[in-house]
Structures are given as C-alpha cells and as structure tokens.
C-alpha cells in the first residue's frame, strides 16, 4: 500500500508544452493548493488564479485551476489541477512550492492509477487496460486496450463473483438450515448447473485468442532453403532495405527481424538462415538451428519453394515469379510473387491478415492477458472440483473460485503483482 502524503506531478507530458497539467491528490491537496492560488473556485468550475510562493508571496504563474472533492475523482482522493503555463522554469517553481509544504512529495510512476485502485475507483484489469493503452501504437491495440481499461473484463468478473457468491448463500442454507420449514431443500443437480453455467461462460472467455498478440505483434517467418529469395521478400513485405540481398547462397547467417504496422495490426518478421541438410561449417549450423527455433515459435511461416513442415497457419510461397520458367507455381503454391517487381505482394499480405485473424481477438472483443488467462484457468479447476454432490466440498471450491476472482480483479493481496502492474506506468499517471 502507498503512504498517505499528498502526491503532485505533472500529468500531461514532459514539459516545455503550451500547457502543463499539474495535478494534486492526497488529504491535503485542498490545503496546499489554496496555499498557492489563494481561494480555491467552486467544484469543477474552472477558474484564472494568480499563483503564489507562500514563503514569501512572489508570483509563480497565472493559471487555470480545477478542484475535484473525493471520493468522485480519478483517484477517489481530493485532486486539484494546476494547468500551468508549460515551460521547464515555471512548473520548476510551482513544483518546489508545493514539496516545500509539509506531507507533500512528487508523485511515483503508476500512483494515481494505483490509488485509484486502493480506493475503489477502478480494478486491477482496469489498470492493466490502462496500461496498455499508453503503450498502444497500433489500432488494434488501441481497441483491445480501451476495452479493457473501460472495465470489459471487470463487468463480468463481477457478475461471476456475484452468482457465486449467491449460490454459496444458497449451499450455506443447505447447510445450516435444511431442517426449518422455511428454507427450501434445493437439489444437488440445481446449485451443480449453475456452477455448470458460470464455468461454460469462463471457458467461452478462454478460448477467445489472447490479447498479447495484439501487444507484441504477430510473429510471422521467413524459410526456406538458401537463395530461395528469403531476404529479398523480407524487404518488400517491409517496404525497405532490411536485409542484405546477394546472389551468393548463405548470405543470411542468422534471425533478421523487423516490426511492421499494417492494417492497425503490428507484425514481427523474421529473415532466417536457409535450411540445408549439409551445413558448411559450425556457423552456419548455429543459423539453421536458430531458424529452425524461428519456426516452431512462430505464428505464421513463408515456405519459399519448399514442402512445408509447419501448422493450419503457414504460407507456401512461389517466388521469384518474374524470373523465365518461374511465371506459374508447381506445386500448388498459395501466393505467387515477384519482390522485384512487386507482383503479388499486396496479395500475400491479404492472406497474411487473413490468417492473422485467426490468431487474434475479434474486433472489440472482451479478452483477457496472461495473467488474468492463468488466473482464470485456476478458477475453472475450482469449480469442476465443485461438481460434487458433498455440500461441504462445493462450499470450500466455490470460495476458492471466488478468491481467484478476487485476485484478478485485484482485490486481495498481491502487491508484487501490483508493482508488477504499474511499473510501466509514468509519471503522472
């Protein structure tokens, strides 16, 4: 848990800016804002005020200040914005006055996130939606990031853990009260189906593809044998010189990778050493290995020229298309290209995003990340164990199921998760 103080920092970028955001949260942030702006303005009303040193009165800017009473704030603190005019000296000086009063310090990265989520304002998938919608340089991860962040993952979180919660009530009456007129003698099979219910919803959520491909793109390899034209198509497929291309066999002797946006997806392609059967020395034999590690962690493979040895995913690519004699596939090759002409590739990158889908969560889908993945999976066991006809034991499954959902949403004691959690965060933030 963070301390009590009463936390600034700038939240609207490094300065200088035509405009920088200072924002104020803690017991006292009312007290040592109106320390430097004198009267503060009515609740969400913005208003102009000369700010002040309170040491001794000199003028430190003229500023636009908001004050937000808790607990409807973003940290379910009291906030007070300063918005500053955005030079390097001028939130300098404001800075300094308010450390300068007591129970005050500059702000860490990720606490005014991390308060808001002590105190109730957001749950930890929140947070972690907020987190990766920082990072998001894509669309794709935009969406998926916002989603979250908006609470998609919490709203069911908290619809499983009420249902639970009340089918325990209804086991606790089992019981506890089974022999008063009063209480209803609910069958086993009943409270079983709607366990059933919970889990089947859980499982539905599981199997929607995880969201960290959207994060750190999908990985899609270069093979084939050598001088098959592996580094000429990395190039067009990323629209630069990545690799260097020669008419010499071996030329690539390891993993060449480059990271592509296209579509509002992010992409990884890896150029790889190509693959013989007869390496010509030990260097060589280190790049077939690598490539072959390449393949089997990929997400999609480019065969070139070559029977492929990969999944449902992988590509058979005829290239060198506008070579004689090489005009038409012999093999029932999916994508036909040229890299020096150009021919085919936006065809092929078609298919790429075609297969990419299938990787990746629909369109502003509900999916969770890794952690909460793992988390859920956990809560899935539980309540399989609770298909049981012993009441005792169903009982002690479904508390276990409920604190699992607990930890996702960030509800129980997990504070290396959290400082996991919001160690990406920035200052301000």
Same mark, same amino acid.
């Given at each position: 848990?963070?301390?009590?103080?009463?936390?600034?920092?700038?939240?609207?970028?490094?300065?200088?800016?035509?405009?920088?955001?200072?924002?104020?949260?803690?017991?006292?942030?009312?007290?040592?804002?109106?320390?430097?702006?004198?009267?503060?303005?009515?609740?969400?009303?913005? +208003?102009?005020?000369?700010?002040?040193?309170?040491?001794? =009165?000199?003028?430190?800017?003229?500023?636009?200040?908001?004050?937000?009473?808790?607990?409807?704030?973003?940290?379910?603190?009291?906030? !007070?914005?300063?918005?500053?005019? =955005?030079?390097?000296?001028?939130?300098?000086?404001?800075?300094? +006055?308010?450390?300068?009063?007591? =129970?005050?310090?500059?702000?860490?990265?990720?606490?005014?996130?991390?308060?808001? $989520?002590?105190? &109730?304002?957001?749950?930890?998938?929140?947070?972690?939606?907020? &987190?990766?919608?920082?990072?998001?340089?894509?669309?794709?991860?935009?969406?998926?990031?916002?989603?979250?962040?908006?609470?998609?993952?919490?709203?069911?979180?908290?619809?499983?853990?009420?249902? %639970? !919660?009340?089918?325990? +009530?209804?086991?606790?009456?089992?019981?506890?009260?089974?022999?008063?007129?009063?209480?209803?003698?609910?069958?086993?099979?009943?409270?079983?189906?709607?366990?059933?219910?919970?889990?089947?919803?859980?499982?539905?959520?599981?199997?929607?593809?995880?969201?960290?491909? %959207?994060?750190?793109?999908?990985?899609?390899?270069?093979?084939?044998?050598?001088?098959?034209?592996?580094?000429?198509?990395?190039?067009?497929?990323?629209?630069?010189?990545?690799?260097?291309?020669?008419?010499?066999? &071996?030329?690539?002797?390891?993993?060449?990778?480059?990271?592509?946006?296209?579509?509002?997806?992010?992409?990884?392609?890896?150029?790889?050493?190509? $693959?013989?059967?007869?390496?010509?020395?030990?260097?060589?034999?280190?790049?077939?290995?690598?490539?072959?590690?390449?393949?089997?962690?990929?997400?999609?493979? %480019?065969?070139?020229?070559?029977?492929?040895?990969?999944?449902?995913?992988?590509?058979?690519?005829?290239?060198?298309?506008? $070579?004689?004699?090489?005009?038409?596939?012999?093999?029932?090759?999916?994508?036909?290209?040229?890299?020096?002409?150009?021919?085919?590739?936006?065809?092929?990158?078609?298919?790429?995003?075609?297969?990419?889908?299938?990787?990746?969560?629909?369109?502003?889908?509900?999916?969770?990340?890794?952690?909460?993945?793992?988390?859920?999976?956990?809560?899935?066991?539980?309540?399989?164990?609770?298909?049981?006809?012993?009441? $005792?034991?169903?009982?002690?499954?479904?508390?276990?199921?409920?604190?699992?959902?607990?930890?996702?949403?960030?509800?129980?004691?997990?504070?290396?998760?959290?400082?996991?959690?919001?160690?990406?965060?920035?200052?301000?933030?």
């Amino acid at each position: 848990m963070t301390d009590r103080a009463t936390i600034f920092a700038v939240s609207s970028g490094a300065p200088p800016a035509g405009i920088a955001v200072l924002r104020i949260s803690g017991p006292r942030a009312l007290g040592v804002a109106g320390a430097i702006a004198g009267t503060l303005p009515e609740p969400r009303r913005a +208003a102009l005020r000369v700010l002040r040193d309170p040491h001794d =009165g000199s003028v430190l800017d003229r500023a636009i200040v908001l004050v937000f009473p808790g607990p409807r704030t973003a940290t379910g603190e009291d906030c !007070v914005e300063f918005h500053l005019h =955005g030079g390097r000296a001028v939130v300098a000086a404001v800075e300094a +006055a308010l450390y300068a009063q007591a =129970g005050t310090r500059r702000a860490e990265a990720g606490e005014f996130t991390r308060r808001a $989520l002590e105190n &109730g304002v957001i749950d930890l998938t929140e947070a972690e939606g907020l &987190g990766d919608l920082l990072a998001a340089q894509t669309e794709g991860q935009r969406r998926a990031a916002l989603r979250m962040a908006e609470g998609g993952v919490r709203a069911r979180i908290e619809r499983w853990s009420e249902r %639970l !919660v009340g089918i325990a +009530a209804r086991i606790e009456a089992q019981l506890d009260f089974s022999d008063e007129d009063d209480v209803a003698d609910e069958a086993v099979d009943a409270i079983s189906a709607d366990i059933g219910q919970v889990a089947a919803e859980i499982d539905q959520l599981l199997s929607v593809p995880a969201v960290e491909r %959207l994060h750190h793109g999908v990985r899609i390899v270069i093979a084939g044998p050598p001088n098959s034209g592996k580094s000429t198509l990395l190039n067009a497929l990323t629209g630069r010189d990545v690799a260097i291309v020669s008419p010499i066999s &071996g030329t690539t002797r390891d993993r060449i990778e480059a990271a592509v946006v296209r579509g509002g997806l992010a992409y990884i392609l890896t150029d790889t050493a190509g $693959l013989t059967g007869n390496p010509g020395d030990e260097i060589e034999r280190i790049g077939i290995d690598r490539a072959r590690a390449a393949i089997e962690g990929a997400d999609i493979v %480019l065969w070139l020229d070559a029977p492929g040895q990969g999944g449902r995913n992988d590509i058979r690519i005829h290239a060198r298309a506008d $070579l004689p004699g090489r005009e038409m596939p012999k093999h029932g090759e999916e994508a036909v290209v040229s890299a020096q002409t150009g021919v085919g590739i936006d065809a092929l990158w078609t298919l790429i995003a075609e297969r990419a889908a299938k990787l990746l969560p629909e369109v502003d889908s509900v999916s969770v990340n890794e952690r909460q993945r793992a988390l859920l999976a956990r809560c899935r066991i539980d309540l399989a164990a609770a298909q049981n006809d012993d009441m $005792l034991i169903v009982a002690e499954e479904i508390r276990r199921a409920l604190g699992v959902l607990d930890e996702i949403a960030g509800r129980s004691g997990i504070e290396d998760v959290l400082d996991a959690v919001f160690a990406r965060f920035c200052i301000g933030k």
